[in-house]
């Protein structure tokens, strides 16, 4: 049973990381075209708490795959849906979020 639930879980992450690099690469291409530079590999996030001005990152691609990027992507989920005019924005303190990539550099 905890098999089931383990892999159903990894199942449903992995369908949300898809659709996250679905769209992270669709947002870079729109980017480019709009004259700003996001290397090939690599997306836009906006990182900020509630309140807060919003500063942009562009992060690998790789970080999707790492369990506390994970975790960001789920609170942005949870209190932001999918629906972004901006782009991927990710609900945290901006030091904190720098500090979180640091250590996943």
Known sequence: ??????????????????????????????????????PKGHFVVYVGGVG?????????????????????LHQAEEEFGFDHQMGLTIPCQQHVFESLTSMLR
């Not at 807060?52 to 960001?72: A, D, G, M, V």
Request: net charge positive.
């Open 1 to 38: 049973m905890a098999m089931r639930k383990s892999s159903s879980r990894l199942a449903s992450q992995t369908t949300m990381i898809k659709q996250m690099v679905k769209r992270c690469s669709s947002l870079g291409r729109k980017q480019q075209q709009q004259g700003e530079d996001v």
């Open 52 to 72: 807060e001005k919003r500063s942009r990152y562009i992060l690998p691609i790789s970080f999707l795959s790492t369990p506390q990027f994970q975790i960001l």
